[in-house]
């Protein structure tokens, strides 16, 4: 134990040194990249579900959802900003709006988000040929969201010369990506031994998403892991043991959690494959499992004394989760201080939450090579 203080110590002592000195390189790097482009899911979504009619999926549209930071729902399955909002911070950049609030307008030149709420990396037709495609919340995949980036990629630039350019003064966000592919059917009841025969498939996607935009002049990639989702209040829920062994001793599901940590690692061996294949690309490993773990094992040494594992947003019960009342709908109530918690409403992160992951993203060590450098 002695040890592991010690090392938290070191690690907060740097993160400290990086974050809060006040020398502006080490705060922030505007004018690195022009424009960001982010694939993915409602990780980092910024409207386009909405825009879509978010019929799956509707208390996305009401309050407490965008109660922190924009004071208004915006599409973003939190109470304030996400990662993808920090990442344009630090980079001064604009908040990437929507690509389908955008799609008809002119073009837009610091970046556009493809993400949508619910977005898987396999098809749907993977998903109905296995009898679960009436479970997804959309069909738009990254299949359909890199069909977006080409359709505006059109209004960008036009010669290949052009487009080299200035992709390469642009950052890609491919992710995360695959999350989906595994908690629909996870809920649903499929087994982690059957669902680690889809790992290949699902980390394939990822692979050919990322082949697709460096043939398209993408040279700055970062792409993301999984989160522990054995530590969200909808597994802690819905997928509760009778078995104590089956929680680690921060109350996880150690099982949903080793298989979470099983694509991570398949991801990397094939990330490394690409960095082969592609050695003018920068393909950066964003590991949100390592950033993000402390925060469910001492919660509290953070700042977050609501803890990890109770949703602030929700319909009651041992998580504060409630599938007939989830957060944004009838039934359901938010906790004062959201900042408190790192749950947001189950399945997604506060923003002080994704803040603390972002920072350690950014200046701990958790992007592999590093994003600021």
């Known amino acids: 134990m002695a040890e592991e203080s010690m090392a938290e110590l070191h690690e907060d002592t740097s993160l400290f040194l990086l974050c809060c000195l006040s020398s502006k390189s080490v705060l922030s790097s505007p004018g690195r990249y022009e424009a960001i482009f982010n694939f993915g899911n409602s990780l980092s979504d910024t409207g386009n579900f909405l825009l879509s009619g978010a019929l799956a999926f509707p208390g996305i549209k009401n309050l407490p959802y965008g109660e922190t930071f924009f004071h208004h729902p915006t599409g973003r399955c939190s109470n304030g900003r996400l990662?993808?909002?920090?990442?344009?911070?630090?980079?001064?950049?604009?908040?990437?709006?929507?690509?389908?609030?955008?799609?008809?307008?002119?073009?837009?030149?610091?970046?556009?988000?493809?993400?949508?709420?619910?977005?898987?990396?396999?098809?749907?037709?993977?998903?109905?040929?296995?009898?679960?495609?009436?479970?997804?919340?959309?069909?738009?995949?990254?299949?359909?969201?890199?069909?977006?980036?080409?359709?505006?990629?059109?209004s960008l630039c036009t010669t290949k010369q052009e487009c080299d350019d200035y992709f390469k003064k642009s950052l890609f966000l491919?992710?995360?990506?695959?999350?989906?592919?595994?908690?629909?059917?996870?809920?649903?009841?499929?087994?982690?031994?059957?669902?680690?025969?889809?790992?290949?498939?699902?980390?394939?996607?990822?692979?050919?998403?990322?082949?697709?935009?460096?043939?398209?002049?993408?040279?700055?990639?970062v792409v993301p892991g999984q989160f522990p989702v054995g530590c969200s209040a909808v597994f802690l829920t819905l997928l509760h043991s009778p078995n104590k062994s089956a929680y680690d001793p921060s109350g996880c599901l150690k099982a949903y959690n080793a298989f979470f940590e099983y694509h991570d690692n398949y991801l990397k061996q094939e990330l490394q494959k690409l960095r082969e294949e592609y050695s003018h690309a920068r393909i950066m490993y964003a590991d949100y499992y390592g950033a993000s773990i402390p925060l469910y094992r001492t919660p509290k040494h953070y700042g977050f004394y609501g803890g990890a594992l109770r949703a602030c947003c929700g319909g009651g019960g041992p998580y504060n989760y409630n599938n007939s009342a989830s957060c944004g709908n009838p039934g359901s109530t938010a906790c004062e201080d959201p900042s408190a918690f790192v749950d947001w409403d189950g399945i997604h992160l506060t923003e002080a939450a994704y803040h603390f992951v972002s920072k350690r993203l950014f200046y701990g060590g958790f992007t592999s090579p590093p994003l600021l450098s």
Do not use: C, H
Not at 103 to 123: E, H, I, Q, S, Y
């Open 83 to 154: 990662m993808i909002d920090f990442i344009a911070e630090v980079f001064g950049l604009p908040f990437l709006p929507p690509y389908l609030a955008v799609a008809k307008g002119p073009p837009v030149r610091t970046g556009v988000n493809f993400a949508v709420v619910g977005a898987t990396a396999l098809d749907p037709s993977f998903f109905y040929a296995q009898k679960i495609g009436p479970l997804l919340w959309t069909n738009d995949s990254l299949s359909v969201q890199l069909g977006w980036f080409k359709n505006l990629k059109k």
């Open 174 to 221: 491919v992710g995360e990506m695959g999350g989906n592919d595994y908690i629909f059917p996870f809920i649903f009841g499929l087994s982690v031994k059957q669902l680690r025969a889809w790992v290949p498939q699902v980390v394939g996607a990822i692979a050919r998403a990322i082949r697709i935009l460096i043939e398209e002049g993408a040279v700055d990639m």
